[in-house]
T-cell receptor
Framework: DAGVTQSPTHLIKTRGQHVTLRCSPI?????VSWYQQVLGQGPQFIFQ???????GRGNFPDRFSARQFPNYSSELNVNALLLGDSALYLC?????????????FGDGTRLSIL | GDSVTQMEGPVTLSEEAFLTINCTYT??????LFWYVQYPGEGLQLLLK?????DKGSNKGFEATYRKETTSFHLEKGSVQVSDSAVYFC?????????????FGRGTSLIVHP
């Protein structure tokens, strides 16, 4: 079975631009979460979606937005990019997003802002 | 808010040495606890989990016991291999506004020498 897939794998943008990152969850998984991982740190939670509804939001500015589609894939959008947005963006899926559900991670999108 | 504290790395060991990576947590509810491992250039993979007090999670020779009284979930392995070299993340999943949002520690790098 295919795992969580993310695209693109690498991306270079300049300050002020906009970016869209994409994620396809494991087949049958209905919950998708997005994380930002800065070098040397643990993943920081950005959003969680379940059945196309936002279920949780981390402490990130409104420049960050996301959505989940009927096929459970998801997009993360970031507007007005800043140098500090340079990071590895991870997508994770789980069956239903419950307390006992482990997250299944993709390999991430490496975003570099120049 | 919830938080996870891990011991600082890197932890450097010789092959076949005993490993302990300390993890303590604070949580408002009754969380599930997880250890994830991240190999270079990859996303995180679930290593083991425990969902209630005194549960022991185990996988690939690694073990961790959910200690509610000390709010700890230390990772141990009796004999490490070079292939265990990676970054290890302790995480909890706790209820927040109707969903279960994982909180990750900063990660502990493990380097195993032959």
């Amino acid at each position: 079975d295919a795992g969580v897939t993310q695209s693109p794998t690498h991306l270079i943008k300049t300050r002020g631009q906009h970016v869209t990152l994409r994620c396809s969850p494991i087949s049958g998984h209905k919950s998708v979460s997005w994380y930002q991982q800065v070098l040397g740190q643990g993943p920081q939670f950005i959003f969680q979606y379940y059945e196309k509804e936002e279920r949780g939001r981390g402490n990130f500015p409104d420049r960050f937005s996301a959505r989940q589609f009927p096929n459970y894939s998801s997009e993360l959008n970031v507007n007005a990019l800043l140098l500090g947005d340079s990071a590895l963006y991870l997508c994770a899926s789980s069956l239903v997003g419950g307390r006992d559900q482990p997250q299944h991670f993709g390999d991430g999108t490496r975003l570099s802002i120049l | 808010g919830d938080s996870v504290t891990q011991m600082e790395g890197p932890v450097t060991l010789s092959e076949e040495a005993f490993l302990t990576i300390n993890c303590t947590y604070t949580a408002t509810g009754y969380p599930s606890l997880f250890w994830y491992v991240q190999y270079p250039g990859e996303g995180l993979q679930l290593l083991l989990k425990a969902t209630k007090a005194d549960d022991k999670g185990s996988n690939k020779g690694f073990e961790a016991t959910y200690r509610k009284e000390t709010t700890s979930f230390h990772l141990e392995k009796g004999s490490v291999q070079v292939s265990d070299s990676a970054v290890y993340f302790c995480a909890l999943s706790d209820a927040s506004g109707g969903s279960y949002i994982p909180t990750f520690g900063r990660g502990t790098s493990l380097i195993v020498h032959p």
